[in-house]
């Protein structure tokens, strides 16, 4: 039976694979120390390997045929094999044995998937029965069964200890000491049961029966205590923890299910790079998997489409572009993404059509001949005789987020005696042409003028490919939300040659950029680096404190001034403080990935005066004006 099991051990996770050898090297020792004759001795290692090669069988077959392959996991933690001096790798190894020692009953896995994060391994009357079985052992550590267990928790501790030290403690790799817990714990109580049965029963006041079944009561309790305990561990506090939450994929079980319970009744899904797409999407609806994309939010926000959709935004590492999508849509449905109370871990969004017809168009403000003034939402800035809703002739105020699938060149044209600005520029008046330049993403548009008696009137527009004028698409045309839409950022490999192959405009610089950025699929540069332009508008008069969060290298100017830069230094944060004058003052943010190795993230803060530090929002950002190309015919 015993080789049977150690040989089931070897399908089990790597820290079992050297318990076979363990356990032979333990039976070795029992024969010397207990005489074993030779024929017993043989015909019991004979037994328990070949129970335990029958069972292993197929796991030793294959590490024979693909050893890098069997192998290649191990290697890839070991401390060992890690590309830094041997006076780091003592290190590692001194603190991971430290860690791994203490996890019992000190500061467990912080792994969510093996623990309650942080919290030691064992409950406390469990964590003291085993201190107490290990003490019994180790004085009889010439025993042959001290000697199994003792080495069995050794080697298992071993498979933690020697490796990655920025996991250590590790439950999972150090699975195998689970039996010898067991049985130490067990260990511990019955000496305990029996040395108090003894002495209560050394006067022979006590009937020996009597302290026998109080001391089987006494077991009884602390066997249920233990259940209990860790049944409340596993079911009720592990459960609602938002760190053991975060460790389950629950983004991408969430877009999953969202993409199952609501099979063909919705538009798309939409999910941090980290969540879509996903191992899980892909088992539970392999044949929806078109339907779930990367959140884009220069394609995304405001959203295209006619819905419903879903957004599923990781808190960890999107929470601002989450809070934009909030901004834009406050009367969305909120969907929850973390335990019971407390903090949501994904941010989920439902966007139904209601919901996007309510933010299409634009506002429109009306004040008559007559001095009626009305306000409404419009589709688009088109003007029949009999459409005003005022007298003739009216003064007009159009406004709305103009958002572009592609960047390029664009023409505009404004109705007789109106004047058109992009991004807070003059683009167009009268009835004259103008052509820009435009990124792709969301932009502010406000036309204002006079809306007289006669013929129709409209904001027409020239996309790229169009080739004649038409009133711009009302697919094109959101209501704004207050205040600001983003920076524009260009994104270019390093060493940067030409212009730049992507522009768009950024609704905030805080991105943890777990793919590519750029979008083209043939264009994946290990090195790059990103520069977002625009004017930041300071709410009030005073000192304020910025800090770039970031890997890499990075940089902030503002008003052409710099602020703070590690563009030719490596450090994790920078900070600087600045007085400004409340208004827009120009901006300038530049990020360089210049190792291939490594993630890529910039997080962009600042702290106003008299408030908290927190990512510069949306609501304060805004594009640079457009470039201006000429007339246009």
Request: aromatic fraction near 8%.
């Amino acid at each position: 039976l015993a080789g049977l099991a150690l040989g089931l051990g070897l399908h089990a996770y790597t820290g079992y694979r050297v318990m076979p050898f363990v356990a032979l090297l333990v039976l070795g020792y029992a024969a010397l120390v207990q005489r074993w004759p030779v024929a017993t001795f043989a015909g019991r290692t004979a037994l328990y390997s070949g129970g335990a090669v029958l069972i292993g069988l197929p796991v030793v077959i294959f590490a024979l045929q693909h050893p890098a392959d069997y192998n290649a996991r191990t290697v890839q933690t070991l401390i060992l094999a890690a590309p830094v001096d041997n006076a780091v790798k003592v290190q590692q190894l001194w603190e991971n044995l430290q860690k791994h020692v203490l996890m019992f009953t000190v500061s467990g896995d912080m792994n969510g998937r093996h623990n309650l994060p942080g919290a030691p391994m064992l409950d406390p009357l469990s964590g003291g029965l085993v201190v107490f079985g290990l003490g019994l052992v180790v004085l009889r550590a010439r025993d042959w069964r001290s000697v199994l267990l003792l080495a069995w928790a050794g080697a298992a501790l071993a498979s933690g200890i020697v490796t990655l030290a920025f996991e250590a403690p590790t439950a999972v790799r150090t699975i195998a000491i689970t039996p010898v817990l067991a049985i130490l714990a067990g260990l511990g109580l019955v000496v305990l049961l029996d040395r108090f049965v003894a002495l209560v029963t050394v006067s022979r006041v006590v009937i020996r029966w009597r302290a026998t079944a109080l001391a089987a009561a006494m077991g009884v309790l602390t066997i249920g205590w233990i259940g209990l305990t860790n049944l409340d561990t596993f079911f009720n506090r592990q459960m609602n923890d938002s760190g053991t939450w975060a460790a389950f994929s629950p983004g991408q079980t969430m877009i999953a299910k969202t993409a199952l319970d609501n099979r063909g009744q919705y538009e798309t899904i939409l999910g941090s790079a980290t969540l879509t797409p996903s191992v899980e999407a892909a088992y539970l609806v392999p044949d929806l998997q078109t339907t779930l994309q990367v959140f884009d939010p220069a394609r995304d926000l405001p959203y295209r489409g006619r819905g419903p959709a879903f957004v599923y935004l990781e808190a960890e590492h999107d929470q601002a572009l989450a809070d934009e999508v909030a901004r834009f849509y406050p009367d969305a449905q909120r969907l929850p993404g973390g335990p019971p109370g407390a903090a949501e871990i994904i941010n989920g969004f439902r966007l139904d059509p209601v919901v996007l017809d309510d933010h299409r168009g634009g506002r429109a403000h009306y004040r008559g001949a007559d001095g009626v003034v009305v306000e409404r939402q419009e589709t688009q800035p088109v003007w029949e005789p009999t459409s005003a809703p005022v007298a003739l002739p009216a003064e007009v105020s159009w406004q709305a987020a103009l958002a572009l699938e592609t960047t390029g060149e664009y023409g505009f044209r404004a109705p007789p005696g109106f004047e058109l600005r992009l991004d807070d520029a003059e683009i167009a008046s009268g009835d004259t042409g103008t052509r820009v330049r435009l990124a792709r993403g969301t932009h502010s548009l406000a036309l204002t003028g006079t809306v007289k008696p006669g013929g129709p009137a409209s904001l027409d527009w020239r996309p790229p490919g169009a080739s004649g004028w038409s009133p711009v698409a009302d697919r094109a045309l959101y209501t704004p939300p207050n205040g600001g839409v983003g920076l524009q950022v260009a994104l270019a490999p390093l060493p940067q040659v030409g212009d730049p192959p992507e522009e768009r405009v950024d609704p905030v610089v805080a991105h943890y950029f777990h793919i590519s950025p750029f979008p083209q699929p043939n264009l994946n540069p290990r090195l790059w680096m990103a520069e977002w332009v625009g004017m930041l508008d300071a709410p009030t008069t005073g000192t304020y404190e910025f800090d770039l969060d970031h890997a890499g290298h990075s940089a902030l100017w503002l008003d052409q001034a710099l602020v703070m830069s590690d563009l030719n230094t490596a450090t994790a944060r920078l900070g600087g403080t600045v007085f400004l004058t409340a208004g827009r003052h120009a901006i300038r943010v530049r990020y360089e990935k210049t190792e291939e190795d490594g993630g890529a993230w910039i997080d962009l803060y600042w702290a106003p005066p008299g408030a908290q530090r927190s990512i510069v929002p949306g609501s304060v950002l805004y594009p640079p004006p457009p470039e201006v190309l000429g007339p246009a015919e």
